[in-house]
Every structure is written in structure tokens, then in C-alpha cells.
């Protein structure tokens, strides 16, 4: 099951990145279309980050594909970055492998806020503060 869904989501982020006309915000608000779902649902986070909490009681083959899936995620948050920083898009304050992590980690820990306290406003607000962030304080407001 976990393979399912970590490969389901890498294949998605692989189309998004391959095409190189798109923005980086573009492709950064594709990546965040699960998040906001998941949000949406009452009970519903990502599969590896609430396994993530369990670690020490998975088997170590579930235990590395978790560990795998938040590496090339932040992985690939590091390219998007770095290609937002590239095209001018992004005003990173930091290495971009740095800020994948704040991003994501960030992303994670707001969906395990939110399904604690069922305000999805948690999600909105760190991707508002993300997105001003990256982008220098010229990102719109989420609304």
C-alpha cells in the first residue's frame, strides 16, 4: 500500500516537473492540490507522514520506503526551488535543499494540526506564509 502511494504521487510530481514551460509556482501549487484535499476531509492526511509517527514499529521495508518518500520529496522541492530561483520567481533567503525542508515539514506538520484540531485554516495559513516567503512578500494571500 505504501508503494502504491508513494509511487502514485512521484509519478505525479515527475509529470509536473517535466514540463518546463510551467512556473515554478505553477508546479508548486500542483504539489500542494494533495495537500489542500487531504485537508478538506475530516480524517484523510498523507499515508507516509502519519506512518511517519509510528516509525519504530514498522518493519524496516516500510520503515525505508517512508524515509524514501520524504527524501525524494524534498528532493523535489528542492529542484522546484531552485528552478523558482533560477527564473526569478523565488527570493529563497536560503540553500534550497534548506528551504524543501522547512516547506515540507511545514506542509506535514500543518496536516497533522489540522486533523487534531479540524481547522483547516492551519494549512491555508502556512501555505500563505510559505508562498509570501519564497516569493520575497509578493505572493498574494490565500483567500
Known sequence: MVDRYADRFGAALEVIA???????????DHYLEPY??????????CLCGALAGEMPALPEPV???????FTEHQAWLAATLERGRRRGEFALRDDPAKMARLVFGALQ????VKRT???ASQLHDVIAVLKHGLTGGTAQPAG
Open 36 to 45: 489542500l484535499i487531504f485537508a478538506g476531509t475530516p480524517d484523510r492526511v
Open 63 to 69: 520503515r525505508d520506503r517512508v524515509a524514501r518518500f
Open 109 to 112: 506538520g500543518a496536516l497533522l
Open 117 to 119: 484540531t479540524n481547522d
Open 18 to 28: 517535466a514540463d518546463d514551460g510551467q512556473s515554478a509556482m505553477a508546479m508548486l
